[in-house]
């Protein structure tokens, strides 16, 4: 997949280019570029506007709902979308449950819970780890226990992502135990606001509300909310976890990153001694860090080119999650290195307005840092993908 040849496709980037510039809410356009999280209200707000235009779902077939775009399509609005800065579309529903819903989901529940998830007016979180059970997720504890047409929910989910603007989340859970720890583990859907459901907000280091704890205490939901065949989870959670490892690439993101602190770095402030562009440490660092993107985009390509007819990207999506985090770690800790240089710098008794402007990326740009800590460990750490890349790839 080669888009520097592919003249064809700069027509769809410019329509893209233009939506993000004219009809997308600006609004919060301004708040993300400010680093300020957005209300349950304006993340409905954002993914609708995608969803009004049938962009929101971009890579579902076309028989679902989808726009029926290529490979080359989907990557250009990714990477348009980050460039201009619009929030991350919220991975939960369009990207992770969505495929699970039109590949295994019955035609019933397929009416009932796609409009909403492609249109953009339906939050999803995602109820896989637990506290006694991070990477190990097959040793999850989570209990589903039938009871005529009901399933009882007992247990608690962790570290849940977005589950505060959620309006229902999709969960493993234990329906019986069998010989391996993968079996009688199965795929349940269930609303946040049912009776017995608990959320409690965790602060991360960063000082966001990103992550949260949702307790269940006997919980009944209707036994259709049960997905595919009961037991059958584990395989459906590994299918959906090829599109989460694959969707954390981001690569115009990360070039939008490289682009603002090479600006930093070229800045000279007042009192400065000397730009930190010229350290030849800080210069060379940078450069890894734009080759590690090349990399990881040319990764993501050829990943993405063996991909059919909307199927699972498989086991190779680990080499993505990898790359994807190790890199977003290594540009990140650029900004910790910026905001060290100016914090050792002299300044006059009066620090000039011009200066203190040009410096209000430090705090987003170190809290920026801090939550990127977090990357190599959610989504199965970068320990057990290497176990899977071993195993399952290389068959080793």
């Given at each position: 997949m080669?888009?520097?040849?592919?003249?064809?496709?700069?027509?769809?980037r410019?329509?893209?280019?233009h939506?993000?510039e004219?009809?997308?809410?600006?609004?919060?356009?301004?708040?993300t570029?400010?680093?300020?999280?957005?209300?349950?209200?304006?993340?409905r707000?954002s993914?609708?506007?995608?969803?009004?235009?049938?962009?929101?779902?971009?890579?579902?077939?076309?028989?679902?709902?989808?726009?029926?775009?290529s490979?080359?399509?989907?990557?250009?609005?990714?990477?348009?979308?980050?460039?201009?800065?619009?929030?991350t579309?919220?991975?939960?529903g369009?990207?992770?449950?969505?495929?699970i819903l039109?590949?295994?989901?019955?035609?019933?529940?397929q009416?009932?819970?796609?409009?909403?998830?492609?249109?953009g007016?339906?939050?999803?979180?995602?109820?896989?780890?637990e506290?006694?059970?991070?990477?190990?997720?097959?040793?999850?504890?989570?209990?589903?226990?039938?009871?005529?047409?009901?399933?009882?929910?007992?247990?608690?989910?962790?570290w849940?992502?977005a589950?505060?603007?959620?309006?229902?989340?999709?969960?493993?859970?234990r329906?019986?135990?069998?010989?391996?720890k993968?079996e009688?583990?199965?795929?349940?859907?269930?609303e946040?606001?049912?009776?017995?459901?608990q959320?409690?907000?965790i602060?991360?280091?960063?000082?966001?509300?990103?992550l949260?704890s949702?307790?269940f205490?006997?919980v009944?939901?209707p036994?259709?909310?049960?997905?595919g065949?009961?037991?059958k989870?584990?395989?459906y959670?590994?299918?959906?976890?090829?599109?989460?490892r694959?969707s954390?690439?981001?690569?115009?993101?990360?070039?939008?990153q490289?682009?603002?602190?090479?600006?930093?770095?070229?800045?000279?402030?007042?009192?400065?001694?000397?730009?930190?562009?010229?350290?030849?440490?800080?210069?060379?660092?940078?450069?890894?860090?734009?080759?590690?993107?090349d990399?990881?985009?040319?990764?993501?390509?050829?990943?993405?080119?063996a991909?059919?007819?909307?199927?699972?990207?498989?086991?190779?999506?680990?080499?993505?999650?990898?790359?994807?985090?190790e890199?977003?770690?290594?540009?990140?800790?650029?900004?910790?290195?910026?905001?060290g240089?100016h914090?050792?710098?002299a300044?006059?008794?009066?620090v000039?307005?011009?200066w203190?402007?040009n410096?209000?990326?430090?705090a987003?740009?170190?809290?920026?840092?801090l939550?990127?800590r977090a990357?190599?460990?959610?989504?199965?750490?970068?320990?057990?993908?290497?176990n899977?890349?071993?195993?399952?790839?290389?068959n080793?």
């Amino acid at each position: 997949m080669d888009l520097s040849q592919n003249r064809e496709l700069e027509p769809f980037r410019r329509d893209v280019r233009h939506f993000f510039e004219t009809e997308y809410p600006q609004d919060i356009r301004d708040l993300t570029a400010k680093g300020v999280s957005l209300s349950t209200a304006d993340v409905r707000r954002s993914e609708m506007a995608l969803g009004s235009k049938g962009w929101l779902a971009t890579a579902w077939p076309k028989a679902f709902g989808g726009p029926g775009w290529s490979l080359e399509q989907q990557y250009i609005f990714d990477e348009e979308l980050e460039r201009a800065g619009i929030p991350t579309v919220t991975p939960m529903g369009v990207i992770y449950v969505g495929p699970i819903l039109y590949t295994f989901g019955s035609p019933a529940q397929q009416e009932r819970w796609l409009p909403g998830t492609r249109n953009g007016s339906l939050g999803w979180a995602q109820g896989y780890s637990e506290p006694e059970s991070g990477s190990d997720l097959a040793s999850l504890q989570f209990s589903a226990v039938r009871d005529g047409d009901t399933y009882v929910l007992n247990g608690t989910k962790i570290w849940t992502s977005a589950a505060q603007h959620a309006d229902w989340i999709f969960l493993l859970a234990r329906t019986s135990r069998g010989a391996r720890k993968q079996e009688g583990i199965s795929f349940i859907c269930c609303e946040m606001d049912r009776p017995g459901v608990q959320l409690t907000p965790i602060i991360s280091i960063d000082g966001k509300h990103a992550l949260n704890s949702v307790t269940f205490d006997n919980v009944r939901v209707p036994a259709d909310y049960l997905i595919g065949e009961e037991g059958k989870g584990w395989t459906y959670s590994q299918y959906l976890l090829g599109f989460e490892r694959t969707s954390y690439a981001r690569i115009g993101g990360k070039r939008k990153q490289l682009a603002h602190l090479r600006a930093i770095a070229r800045a000279e402030p007042t009192g400065g001694n000397r730009r930190l562009i010229d350290d030849p440490a800080f210069r060379r660092k940078l450069g890894e860090a734009e080759m590690a993107v090349d990399g990881l985009e040319m990764t993501v390509m050829r990943v993405l080119s063996a991909v059919k007819d909307g199927g699972s990207p498989g086991k190779e999506a680990s080499i993505i999650k990898i790359l994807a985090t190790e890199t977003a770690q290594q540009i990140t800790t650029l900004y910790l290195d910026a905001a060290g240089a100016h914090g050792q710098r002299a300044f006059p008794d009066s620090v000039s307005p011009d200066w203190l402007e040009n410096a209000s990326w430090a705090a987003p740009g170190v809290a920026t840092y801090l939550g990127t800590r977090a990357q190599s460990i959610y989504g199965g750490t970068n320990e057990i993908q290497k176990n899977i890349i071993a195993k399952r790839v290389l068959n080793l």
